[in-house]
């Protein structure tokens, strides 16, 4: 079981900057991704940000140029830089992790959540 614990949100006005993090724990071994999602109420959750093994990251189209993922493989942590934030960027934010565990010839994979935070940008 992984646990992960979001921080970091809140309130910030348009065009200003937020930091969140994601500190993953528990059986951590095997984690070759995480990323961030986000979900307004009502509508389904999306993919915001990326990152796998090797540092490779991923990015939804209108966060571009804003946002940064970063990983820390010896911390566990997993945050996202939001810059230059849009009120339509206001949404509940979820911290993911995938892993992937082969024991002999069979292999697993899982996915993990966190419980979400709030970010509210002010126009």
């Known amino acids: 079981q992984v646990h992960l614990v979001e921080s970091g949100g809140g309130l910030v006005q348009a065009g200003g900057s937020l930091r969140l993090s994601c500190a993953a724990s528990?059986?951590?071994?095997?984690?070759?991704?995480m990323g961030w999602y986000r979900q307004v109420s009502g509508k389904s959750r999306e993919m915001v940000a990326g990152i796998v093994a090797g540092g490779f990251t991923t990015y939804t189209d209108s966060v571009k140029g804003r946002f940064t993922i970063s990983r820390d493989i010896i911390n566990n942590t997993c945050d996202l830089q939001i810059s230059s934030a849009q009120p339509e960027d206001t949404a509940v934010y979820f911290c993911?992790?995938?892993?992937?565990?082969?024991?002999?010839?069979?292999?697993?994979?899982?996915?993990?959540w966190g419980q979400g935070t709030q970010v509210t940008v002010s126009s």
């Open positions: 993911h992790a995938h892993r992937t565990e082969v024991i002999a010839s069979t292999t697993r994979t899982y996915d993990y």
């Open positions: 528990g059986n951590i071994f095997g984690i070759d991704a």
